[in-house]
């Protein structure tokens, strides 16, 4: 079992940016793909993107394609996310989250979620 613990989150300015880190706990985080949700009040948790276990392939949702970047380092058993381009839409609690394969991460495909971060964007 990985446990995992978010951090980074705040306040920014729309138009700035933010790092989330997570980091995970156990010996088989390397092997498993992880990535980022997210989930606004209100509203249904959302699936943002996901590295694959080796952190060569990564995949986002459309909605923040060319804004956020996920990556890992699989040596230091994080997963990141850079978020670009903030806006006051773009506020929620975000999640990291373990997939339940290696390539495999999704709504539905998760093997663990950390307990969330808040990102809150002023305009």
């Known amino acids: 079992q990985v446990q995992l613990v978010e951090s980074g989150g705040g306040l920014v300015q729309a138009g700035g940016s933010l790092s989330l880190s997570c980091v995970g706990f156990?010996?088989?985080?390397?092997?498993?793909?992880m990535g980022w949700f997210r989930q606004a009040p209100g509203k249904e948790r959302e699936f943002l993107g996901a590295?694959?276990?080796?952190?060569?392939?990564?995949y986002y949702a459309d909605s923040v394609k060319g804004r956020f970047t996920i990556s890992r380092d699989n040596a230091k058993n994080t997963v990141y996310l850079q978020m670009n381009s903030l806006e006051p839409a773009d506020t929620a609690v975000y999640y990291c989250?373990?997939?339940?394969?290696?390539?495999?991460?999704?709504?539905?495909?998760?093997?663990?979620w950390g307990q969330g971060t808040q990102v809150t964007v002023s305009s």
């Open positions: 989250a373990r997939g339940t394969t290696s390539y495999t991460l999704r709504i539905g495909a998760v093997g663990s």
């Open positions: 590295t694959i276990k080796s952190g060569s392939s990564t």
């Open positions: 156990g010996r088989t985080f390397s092997t498993y793909a």
